[in-house]
């Protein structure tokens, strides 16, 4: 048995009316923009400004060794303190979204980003986009489109990065005051969200929650392009009712069996996805370029290389995730990722050993940043996009800002500590830090095997009958919790 993988061959939500509008696509790209934000901010980089002492230790070669030269735990503090207050408001942030809806949820995201000063505090704007932008394309969108749409928000987090890259490079030929434009140009996506949230409409589902129940069905209609959404607004109708009924959600997630799946993935995918090791790659590619001995500009320059290929394999994924589903992509990008960790981490180990003492040929750096922008291709179109997708469309929606709070304060929390210790790991682990990732990699694509079913073509308030059909997870799901026609769904397995 494929590990209880399962594809919907239409019913239920597969006959709704309408189909995919100018409208719905021109929103979900501009509420996207949210990730260009997170995307700048795990790209930039100040090292020379604010840590010239740790430019001084990596001069310092008679000292330290190649693994160690940059193992400063001020340097990794100011990287990973943005993802604690992510965390934190992230929580904060699905109380707005359940009460408030979830454009008002991002516009307070991006206002305490722009407004108060400090990267610290940049990290509740992130946490608050983070936690509604997802949601909100998930909800928008129509199911065949879903994942396409959704990924948008990854999109973006690519191009925010290689802007940074881009960035990065061209302030580090200014003499003076390079590092003000650096930071001060984070500034822009933000204004591009100002700009967007005062035209974005919230999604009908949210509108339901709030009781606008005619504002929800005129822009059901809306999205989908057809006067008749009867069926699809009667649907999400009978989602609200059920989610009314829900007082205590965070309760009912973490306590009631029913939504054990959600709970599973929401808690599982973000802690993986970190463990695959790129953020590694995406906020310490010159610092990590610069460890294996490639020159400054050269370090730079390899970061774009890294940029451009991590948002060219987003597309890969943009086009693929709803012809061929998630599944697919998870366990193909999963494997290519484990070997370039292995190949990388061994090519480290000959040059520079247990000692750190070496340097690497021109032929071998150019291979190691060969199979590093193939690992970044691996996860562009699999982890990287579908943790923000799988999450965001499995959690009904009684408890879907909890369940997606639990994704976000996962993501951020594992960031953190990603982002604290990786030099001082690769410090004491040595070449072995990539073995380790790559030992991480097989257990997240054995796990995606045999537990995550294929959600491709399910529309989101019908998610429950996809548990029930799974060998595994069918056990915690009632009768009464698989909603929307779900007799009419032929459901196979592959």
């Not at 959404?229 to 609200?240: G, H, R, T, Y």
């Not at 690992?375 to 959690?395: K, N, R, T």
């Not at 790559?438 to 429950?464: A, C, R, S």
Request: charged fraction near 15%.
């Amino acid at each position: 048995m494929a590990g209880g993988a399962f594809v919907s061959d239409g019913g239920g939500g597969g006959s709704y009316e309408g189909g995919v509008t100018g409208f719905v696509i021109i929103t979900c790209i501009v509420a996207a923009m949210g990730g260009l934000l997170f995307g700048y901010d795990l790209g930039i980089s100040v090292l020379s400004k604010f840590f010239p002492e740790v430019d001084r230790q990596m001069h310092n070669a008679r000292r330290e060794t190649a693994y160690c030269k940059f193992d400063n735990q001020l340097l990794q503090l100011f990287t990973s303190s943005l993802y604690l207050a992510a965390l934190v408001s992230s929580f904060a942030a699905s109380v707005v979204t359940r009460k408030y809806g979830r454009k008002i949820s991002m516009f307070v995201g991006v206002n305490v980003a722009m407004l108060i000063i400090g990267r610290l505090l940049l990290g509740v704007g992130v946490g608050f986009a983070n936690q509604s932008t997802p949601v909100y394309l998930s909800e928008m969108a129509p199911a065949k489109l879903r994942g396409a749409l959704n990924i948008g928000f990854q999109m973006a987090i690519t191009i925010g990065i290689l802007i940074a890259n881009l960035i990065n490079y061209g302030t580090s030929q200014m003499a003076r005051n390079g590092w003000r434009v650096s930071l001060g140009l984070a500034a822009v996506p933000a204004v591009v969200m100002v700009i967007g949230s005062f035209v974005l409409p919230d999604t009908p589902n949210s509108m339901l929650e709030r009781g606008k129940y005619e504002q929800a069905r005129e822009m059901l209609q809306k999205i989908r392009g057809a006067d008749n959404v009867d069926e699809e607004f009667q649907d999400l109708c009978d989602a609200c009712e059920a989610a009314k009924k829900v007082e205590h959600p965070w309760k009912n997630l973490f306590l009631q069996a029913k939504y054990r799946p959600a709970l599973a993935f929401c808690s599982a995918i973000p802690f993986f996805q970190q463990f695959t090791g790129i953020n590694v790659i995406m906020f310490y590619a010159p610092v990590l370029f610069k460890t294996l001995g490639f020159a400054d500009d050269a370090s730079l320059i390899s970061a774009v290389i890294t940029g451009v290929v991590n948002v060219v394999s987003t597309l890969v994924s943009i086009y693929a995730v709803d012809r061929y589903g998630r599944r697919i992509l998870f366990l193909e990008g999963g494997i290519q990722m484990i070997i370039c960790q292995i190949i990388v981490g061994s090519l480290i180990g000959a040059k520079f050993g247990t000692t750190g003492s070496g340097t690497l040929t021109p032929a071998t750096a150019d291979w190691v940043l060969a199979f590093i922008c193939i690992y970044v291709a691996g996860f562009a179109w699999s982890w990287g996009p579908l943790g923000w997708l799988v999450p965001s469309e499995i959690c009904p929606l009684e408890i879907r800002p909890a369940g997606q709070a639990v994704n976000v304060s996962v993501n951020m929390f594992f960031t953190f500590l990603i982002g604290q210790f990786f030099l001082t790991m690769l410090c004491h682990m040595k070449f072995g830090l990539f073995y380790f990732f790559g030992g991480m990699v097989l257990i997240m694509t054995i796990f995606i095997y045999f537990l995550l079913p294929e959600t491709k073509g399910v529309p989101i308030e019908e998610m429950g009958r996809v548990w029930k059909q799974h060998p595994f997870w069918k056990r915690y799901i009632p009768d009464d919790a698989v909603t929307g026609g779900s007799e009419e769904t032929s459901v196979k397995e592959v």
